[in-house]
């Protein structure tokens, strides 16, 4: 706990004191961000298609079928894409941090970085960290887009909707209030999975061995810690909103 | 890269007097573990030092108690004059900005070509240069080494042999005026071995830096050390030239010479 509080404490004096190393950050984003898209799509895609295929018989036993549209967009914006998507970027990018960083250290890469006076920290950590925490909330935004055609399909395997009557009836439904408290939590999902990652990296020991540890570890700690901010984001949001 | 012999053999500068590394009463534990029991050493200006001694006997850990790497638990490490274990970050930076590290392994960075390697120090080093002369400083660099034409490899597609020497150009590409090798020929066949003994050489003697080596390679300490210092049990139990030791009365000493 220690060690982490320390870490924690190290990233916010180096990213508010030191010059920021702008193009390791763009590079981050694009890895991070771009190429998780394909992931994002797909999961996206299915979320939204089997939360409107699930609901359906229900709502349908109502005559509530009208309200698919808002319920899905509701489920997804607030609840489903956030989690989820978090959930698929602590698997791939917490991972891939630990892995990457973790395999410096026992390789004495990050430790060449130091002896050549060049931060490791303010270059690997701090750029990861801040391209995970931009990187996870448009991810997520744009997994809500995907998880809505996702339901638009799916609404369209039984009844018939147009792509423009289903948006405008899902749009309709939300309000900023929805938005912002589960565009305010993602922020703090791709923080923690960006933390995690490179804490667990960073702080490999030496051998091959603690590479494929700090991987697994980063994955599990960081899928937790979504779990536990999600848990205290809705407490907060019953709190204010 | 074809260096004669005749042209590599020979020592260019005599060490100087003023002592640019001067180590006092070094002690480093790693738990109950004690590496380090007061290892005095004292490098001039110019001067090439071999050191040699048993595996885990702290060689590795002296020179990286040297750039900071390790924190000693007491002593002093002074170099240029500053004390290393009473800087700062900022100040240690400064410091290094005059020092080179070759790591056993060459410590690439795996995600970035050879060029990327030796330009990414180099810019750091120094934020005014343009992207041209990064790019000459770079291409002079690998010419150093006879490597020129492995500017667009990545690590990867590097043998051993190869490795160490881009990673000593990359070390050399910010002109330090201390070297550090930390076992710059292990796992290299003895040819490779020998011609990245000269390399050393004639980069030292080219830049006039001062050097500590760390070595189990005798033909790599003969060509390379104006001096040799033996460690054992955490302390320097033997101390002279290459021909001085060889003779030594003491039987453990001599026996790194056979």
Known sequence: MGKASLFVKRFFVEVFTTSFEFKEFVWQCYAIGYRSLPLVSITGFIMGLVLTIQSRPTLAQFGAESWIPGMVTLSLVREIAPVITALICAGKIASGIGAELGSMKVTEQIDAMEVSAINPFKYLVVTRIMATTLMVPVLVIYADLVGLFGGFIGYNIHGEVSLFRFFSQALESLTFMDLIPATIKTVFFGFFIGMIGCFKGFHAENGTESVGKAANSAVVTASLSIFIIDMIAVQITDLIF | ?258
């Open chain 2, 1 to 258: 890269m074809e260096t004669t012999a005749k042209e590599t053999t020979v020592k260019a500068t005599p060490p100087s007097s003023e002592m640019v590394i001067d180590i006092k009463d070094l002690h480093k534990s790693f738990g109950a573990n004690s590496i380090l029991k007061g290892v005095n050493l004292k490098v001039a200006k110019g001067e090439s030092v071999v050191v040699l001694g048993k595996s885990g006997s702290g060689k590795s850990v002296t020179i990286k108690c040297l750039v900071g790497l390790i924190a000693p638990d007491t002593g002093e490490l002074n170099v240029f004059g500053t004390d290393v274990t009473q800087l700062n970050n900022n100040q240690l930076n400064e410091l290094r900005a005059r020092m080179g590290f070759l790591f056993q392994t060459a410590a690439l960075y795996d995600s970035m070509s050879v060029r990327e390697n030796l330009g990414f120090t180099l810019r750091h080093h120094n934020k005014k240069l343009s992207a041209d002369e990064i790019e000459q400083a770079t291409i002079a660099a690998l010419q150093g080494v006879g490597l020129e034409e492995a500017i667009d490899k990545m690590p990867s597609e590097l043998s051993g042999g190869m490795r160490k020497r881009i990673g000593l150009a990359r070390t050399m590409i910010i002109k330090p005026e201390i070297m550090l090798y930390d076992e710059p020929t292990t796992g290299l066949d003895t040819i490779t071995s020998r011609e990245i003994s000269e390399l050393i050489l004639e980069l030292q003697s080219k830049n006039k830096t001062t050097s500590i080596i760390i070595t189990h390679d005798m033909p790599c300490a003969r060509l390379t050390a104006d001096r040799i210092v033996i460690l054992k049990e955490g302390v320097i139990a033997a101390e002279g030239t290459y021909e001085e030791l060889e003779k030594s009365e003491d039987e453990w000493v001599r026996s790194f010479f056979i």
